[in-house]
């Protein structure tokens, strides 16, 4: 079939490259426009573009996806099927073009999960099961028909990233299947069932770790922000400076009658702070301004006993 594919970070890229490799024709990509970043302004492509141009795929960047102009532009790629992974919120316009709709692959097993951080979310609460699933695109966000789904465990291991991993590796053999079955009439929607659950965007004040929780949730919180966008905590040091770091890795030991948020150092190897059932030991971490360090590596030669944590 022919495919227009619309995506934009790396979480994309392995899917457009298994439909690029597949018996299918991508004849078009779309991504987001260009943006400046870091303090030179420098000019920062999207990994989907980058592909497209490694590949000598025709590639559309819209500012806006009713431009009458980009909609004339999609037409005239004459595809059979659309197919989106990451991208952005398509009008009906967009998604209702091709004969054979629109397909959205998702990183979690819908309707579990719908909105813009799955991965995160389903970490963050704790869940041991997750997948990616693709479905076909309507006028309601992730409530399209199911197509089809994969499962894979989250192990106790697993953080946002290599969950990230495992899913995109498993949603680029989803979508060929997807493309395969769509394209040979024996793959047939079916309707979401369940009770629904969201995931939504993830911002910098929800990124604070809230240590009056069980400890166990404190753990998953971290697992689930790392690496990005990282869970954060404050601490105040004794003359008064607050000094912003990000958490990327922590254990937790259970406790009686601790007291949440006390930090204990023994000033050489162990940072840990106390949630409301014992204590979190803090692995790896990152002060604002500095590298990313292990716990001992960044406690060598720092007194941060007396510090304190800001709640």
């Known amino acids: 079939m022919r495919v227009v594919f619309l995506g934009t970070p790396d979480f994309a890229v392995a899917s457009l490259d298994a439909i690029h490799n597949s018996s299918h024709e991508v004849v078009a990509v ?8 870091g303090r030179g ?10 592909y497209a141009l490694d ?10 996806l009713r431009d009458p102009d980009f909609l004339e532009a999609l037409q005239a790629f004459r595809a059979d099927i659309f197919v989106v992974v990451a991208f952005r919120m398509l009008p009906e316009a967009v998604w209702n073009m091709p004969p054979h709709g629109t397909f959205n692959l998702h990183a979690s097993l819908l309707p579990a999960y719908r909105g813009a951080a799955p ?3 389903a970490i963050i609460r704790g869940e041991q099961l997750t997948g990616v699933t693709t479905f076909l695109l309507n006028h309601k966000i992730d409530e399209g028909n199911i197509l089809l789904r994969a499962e894979t465990p989250i192990n106790p291991d ?4 290599t ?18 079955g769509i ?7 079916t309707p979401q069932q369940g009770n629904p659950s969201t995931a939504p965007k993830i911002f910098k004040d929800d990124t604070r770790i809230d240590f009056h929780q069980p400890g166990h949730r404190v753990v998953d919180f971290i697992r689930g922000l790392s690496p990005y966008p990282a869970a954060t905590l404050t601490l105040r040091s004794p003359d008064g400076q607050d000094v912003p770091f990000k958490i990327f890795e922590a254990s937790f030991t259970p406790a009686p009658e601790t007291i949440a948020g006390t930090l204990v150092c023994d000033g050489k190897k162990t940072l840990k702070i106390a949630a409301n059932d014992g204590f ?4 790896s971490l990152q002060m604002s301004g500095k590298r990313k360090n292990h716990a001992e590596e960044f406690l060598c030669g720092k007194k941060i006993s007396n510090w304190k944590l800001i709640t």
Do not use: C, F
Request: hydrophobic residues 40%; aromatic residues 4%.
């Open 30 to 37: 779309v991504t987001v426009p260009d943006r400046q970043a």
């Open 41 to 50: 302004q420098k000019v920062v492509y999207s990994p989907v573009k980058q």
């Open 55 to 64: 590949h000598n795929l025709p590639l559309l960047q819209p500012e806006r």
């Open 119 to 121: 991965i995160n979310w």
């Open 158 to 161: 697993d953080n946002a990233g």
């Open 163 to 180: 969950l990230h991993d495992r899913l995109a590796a498993m949603g680029r053999d989803l979508v060929v299947r997807t493309l395969d």
């Open 183 to 189: 394209a040979d009439g024996t793959l047939h929607p």
């Open 280 to 283: 979190i030991h803090i692995l």
